[in-house]
């Protein structure tokens, strides 16, 4: 395998497949038997997800909610799509841990780095909820927070592109993908990877990001034995 310890960032919007809210059963069990492909095969994997499936901080302001009120109910969103996806993954036989930066002791454990790093050490997959607990910060920061603290060898970004591109294929037919990328050219070219904090705090720890397609099946398991799958961000 190509990485010993992984951090997998998904959006709260993967989890919802075809549907226009909340969560696809389907797509969770997808993601449940690529996680467990990787983690039969000794890789350590711990995972964000976040909550725009349920709830958006940014938008619930926009429609005049105060801002720190919104973003503390995105949190607790993360920890509604951070139960499902536990479950799936203990349906297939993997054992995990959920921490949570905000304390609910009933459903899961607080967020303790030891802890954490010690339940990868012994084979469970690590999800970790409630983004970094603090309002102004996105779940992509608390993603690259939890790789430095983890001490993660890359942060895998599944979304429902295969790449970065040089403008959004989704509205560009004629955008091309990238291979690989440098820290640097991503911010000449104004690229849209993760929000600034993340990334500057990936580049600031030298901390390597691929963006790849989580939804196509198997594509997990191409990236963590070297594949060159997505768009490679590093340098």
């Known amino acids: 395998m190509n990485y010993k310890r992984i951090l997998l960032k998904l959006s709260g919007e993967s989890l919802m497949g075809n549907k226009p ?3 696809d059963p389907e797509r969770v069990n997808q993601y449940a038997k690529d996680i467990k492909e990787v983690a039969d095969k000794g890789v350590e994997i711990a995972i964000v997800i976040g909550g725009g499936n349920i709830h958006r901080g940014l938008d619930a302001e926009k429609g005049g909610m105060d801002r720190v009120q919104a973003d503390y109910m995105g949190m607790l969103a993360t920890v509604i799509n951070s139960m499902a996806l536990q479950d799936a993954l203990e349906k297939t036989g993997i054992k995990t841990r959920l921490l949570s930066a905000i304390k609910m002791e009933q459903i899961c454990e607080p967020f303790i ?9 012994k084979g469970r997959v690590v999800i970790f909820g409630a983004g970094t607990g603090n309002p ?17 060898d890359v942060v895998l970004k599944g979304t429902r592109v295969d ?3 040089t403008a959004d294929p989704e509205k560009d037919p004629s955008a ?16 849209n990877v993760m929000d600034m904090t993340a990334f500057t705090l990936c580049q600031e720890n030298k901390l390597p990001i691929i963006v790849f397609d989580m939804n196509k099946p198997g594509n997990f398991m191409k990236i963590a034995v070297g594949e060159p799958i997505g768009t490679l961000v590093e340098g």
């Open 136 to 152: 102004y910060f996105t779940t992509d920061t608390a993603a690259s927070l939890r790789a430095i603290e983890i001490e993660a």
């Open 21 to 23: 809210f909340g969560i």
């Open 163 to 165: 790449g970065i591109y």
């Open 113 to 121: 780095r030891r802890r954490a790093v010690r339940h990868l050490e």
């Open 176 to 191: 091309i993908r990238y291979d690989k990328i440098t820290f640097s050219e991503v911010y000449e070219k104004n690229l």
